[in-house]
């Protein structure tokens, strides 16, 4: 409502990246703050900063920046949940980025949130502190990649399909290369890797973009909240996954876990990117689909 079309996919990264930069607060950040004035403490003012924030926002920002607009019946929805929900998953667009986010963040997340660590320490010997330092550079470069992204989209290429396309054969690249990089690796070329695991993730972003594209107006948000299930999904089966693989790997032989783990990761995020080329163009896409409505 507030922003036109053809800027979603850099707000988009910017809003990811200010998350991110969040994300990486609450870390060691938080962590001193705490020793400082106590963990109560700590918790009662982030409480009372998030209540504040979300009044402020009840307060200031409104559904429209032109309220006749919001009101018009001509923009109002002519969709019920259930003709919205049968127009999404009548449409393969769907089902396909919905795969690309499922197999991006699902690797990204596994690798981020958890494996990532164990993998520093117990493959290439590293100690706990220059783990942290590794994927803080994964941290940056999400932060970085995320907005360039959206920039890159909307204003070089102009394509959100192909940034989308270069985004999962970045990640897929940088994934493949931890997983094949020999034990006892340089920490200059692991940080470089997984900074471009960062960065080019960074880029799934734009998969909302490109959804919102194609779909139209009065079901942005089914479309939004259906490819950000899959989103979820991902995650979900990724983290534990590469768990069960890394168990047995290791059973094999020591550190061939974590290898094949990361080389399934790289290999996932190929695919996803296999199954983008089949997506249709953003705008052209879109216009289709109203004709077809």
Known sequence: NWFERNRFATLSGAMLAL?????TLSTSPLAYVSKMVGWRSTFLALGVLTFLLSFLFFLSVKDSPNPERAKNKEFQAHFSVKKALLHLFGDRNYWLISAGTFLRYGTFAAIQSLWAGPYLIKQHGLSAVTAGNILLLLNIGLI????????????????TRK??????????FFQAALGMYELGGKV????MLFWGVGFFGGFG????????????DQITGTALTGVNLFTMLGAAVFI??????????SLVAQGAGYSR????????AFLGMVLYFFTSEGEKGRKDIQQDC
Do not use: Q
């Not at 998350?19 to 994300?23: A, K, L, Q, R, W």
């Not at 734009?206 to 139209?216: D, G, T």
């Open 240 to 249: 534990h996954g590469l768990g069960s693989l890394i168990d047995r790997m």
């Open 19 to 23: 998350g991110t930069i969040g994300n």
């Open 144 to 159: 970085v990649g995320s907005p360039l992204g959206g920039w890159f989209c909307e204003t070089v290429i102009k394509s």
């Open 205 to 216: 972003i734009i998969m909302y973009a490109h959804i919102k594209e194609l779909m139209p």
């Open 261 to 268: 783990a990361f080389l399934v990761c790289g290999l996932s």
């Open 188 to 191: 200059s070329i692991l940080g």
């Open 163 to 172: 940034t989308v396309i270069i985004g999962l054969g970045g990640l897929s």
